[in-house]
């Protein structure tokens, strides 16, 4: 089993910044690829970013691209999520996941944490 708790949400203005952070632990001595995703009140889950279990290669969500960079630290057993430029359209509950492919589907993904809250103010 592999446990993952999120940090890093809040409450902050438009155009402002946050890095969200995703910390494992449990069987953490096999990498996963992780991903965030995103739940906004009314709608459904969305992908946000992903990442291979190296670090190597990356994907994001076109909403996202250019504004928000994930990054992981394996010897951390940690996963981040640096949001910049934040809009208000990007208010959401943020999950990380964790899971044996680099995919996109969130049904793809075996571990999820709780989840962090993100507020962007207009």
């Known amino acids: 089993q592999v446990q993952l708790v999120e940090s890093g949400g809040g409450l902050v203005q438009a155009g402002g910044s946050l890095r969200l952070s995703c910390a494992a632990s449990?069987?953490?001595?096999?990498?996963?690829?992780m991903g965030w995703f995103r739940q906004a009140p009314t709608k459904e889950r969305e992908f946000v970013a992903a990442?291979?279990?190296?670090?190597?290669?990356?994907s994001y969500a076109d909403s996202v691209k250019g504004r928000f960079t994930i990054s992981r630290d394996n010897i951390k057993n940690t996963v981040y999520l640096q949001m910049n430029s934040l809009k208000p359209e990007d208010t959401a509950v943020y999950f990380c996941?964790?899971?044996?492919?680099?995919?996109?589907?969130?049904?793809?993904?075996?571990?999820w944490g709780q989840g962090t809250q993100v507020t962007v103010s207009s």
């Open positions: 996941a964790g899971g044996p492919r680099y995919t996109n589907y969130a049904a793809e993904y075996n571990y």
């Open positions: 449990g069987r953490t001595g096999i990498t996963y690829a």
């Open positions: 990442i291979s279990t190296g670090g190597g290669a990356t």
